[in-house]
């Protein structure tokens, strides 16, 4: 089963960048979507931006034009390139992805990120 693990996170300032990695522990290639969601305290995580197995992107309205995501099978690695970061960025940062076989979904640990004004 694939593991995930985010790194990545920290403080920045308002304006700032932060690159997130989300490394698996095994094989990427016969992975579907794999997502990043934020969660704010006390809120349910919601999905930021997401790439596709065949390398297509989506993004939530809120950062579409500052983030990026890339996905390189080779290395087992998913990035999100945050970029021109807001307050309101501030959240824990999850990598998620769909797998084709039990249990079907996989969660990272998190990352926090912290956008101070």
């Known amino acids: 089963q694939v593991q995930l693990v985010e790194s990545g996170g920290g403080l920045v300032q308002t304006g700032g960048s932060l690159n997130l990695s989300c490394a698996a522990s095994g094989s990427i290639v016969r992975v579907n979507d794999i997502g990043w969601y934020g969660q704010v305290q006390g809120n349910q995580r919601e999905l930021v931006a997401v790439?596709?197995?065949?390398?297509?992107?989506n993004f939530v309205d809120s950062v579409k034009g500052r983030f990026t995501i890339s996905r390189d099978n080779a290395k087992n690695t998913v990035w999100l390139q945050m970029n021109s970061l807001k307050p309101e960025d501030t959240a824990v940062y999850y990598c998620?992805?769909?797998?084709?076989?039990?249990?079907?979904?996989?969660w990272g640990q998190g990352t926090q990120v912290t956008v101070s004004s």
């Open positions: 790439v596709t197995s065949s390398c297509r992107t």
């Open positions: 998620n992805a769909r797998l084709p076989y039990f249990p079907f979904s996989t």
